[in-house]
């Protein structure tokens, strides 16, 4: 079945740090990515999303690529801030098909910014 | 306007007991979801409508019961609660076949069973 694999954390940086919180995945055909993120008390939110090979999603200052070569799709931003302290969540949506696509999660990883 | 929401946030209460939550969302939307969280932020399906009929249930005790009255409202039973139940539960919605699986969260219920 599909599967989401994703850097365990917690992960803790020092403002302006570069980011990136990698995202593997296994799924036949060609799924939709994703990432959300929970920041604290509160639900997920989409952050950003591919739907092909080779799409990048951008939000925020946040980016990741869709890789299919690899299976990848690795959250990437140049300076975090204080602010970006949150859970960030990989997610994969199968193939439009016959039944629910339901996402796939990957475990979540907390990140912490500290001034 | 709040897109999907949940009720109650909060929910305290002893093993044995039965407890509802509900959601609504207002994205016009014609699939909805329950997910639990655990306390290490893991993410689990538990049940999804389209159109008020179920199409996903996954491997949950049946002390969980989903009923849909109508494709915007969706909601969660649970009865004989267990201390394992602790947890957050959250509704979500989304296009269905029709989008790109993108789904809209609700701020969660949290589930706390003494």
């Known amino acids: ?102 996402l796939t999660f990957g475990s979540g990883t907390q990140l912490t910014v500290l001034p | 306007d709040t897109a999907v929401s949940q009720t109650p946030k909060y929910l305290v209460t002893q093993m044995g007991n039965d407890k509802s939550i509900k959601c609504e969302q207002n994205l016009g939307h014609d699939t909805m979801y329950w997910y639990k969280q655990d306390s290490k932020k893991f993410l689990k399906i538990m049940f999804s409508y389209n159109n008020k009929e179920l199409i996903i249930n996954e491997t949950v005790p049946n002390r969980f019961s989903p009923k849909s009255p109508d494709k915007a409202h969706l909601n969660l039973h649970i009865n004989s609660l267990e201390l394992g139940d602790s947890a957050v539960y959250f509704c979500a919605s989304s296009l269905g076949q029709r989008g790109t699986g993108e789904l809209f969260f609700g701020e969660g219920s949290r589930l706390t069973v003494l």
């Not at chain 1, 599967?3 to 570069?18: N, W």
């Not at chain 1, 995202?23 to 994703?34: D, E, Q």
């Not at chain 1, 140049?78 to 969540?89: C, E, M, T």
């Open chain 1, 1 to 102: 079945g599909d599967s989401v694999t994703q850097m365990e954390g917690p992960v803790t940086l020092s403002e302006e740090a570069f980011l990136t919180i990698n995202c593997t995945y296994t799924a036949t055909g060609y799924p939709s990515l994703f990432w959300y993120v929970q920041y604290p008390g509160e639900g997920l939110q989409l952050l950003l999303k591919a739907t092909k090979a080779d799409d990048k999603g951008s939000n925020k200052g946040f980016e990741a690529t869709y890789r299919k070569e690899t299976t990848s799709f690795h959250l990437e931003k140049g300076s975090v801030q204080v602010s970006d302290s949150a859970v960030y969540f990989c997610a994969l949506s199968p193939q439009a098909s016959g039944s629910a696509r339901q």
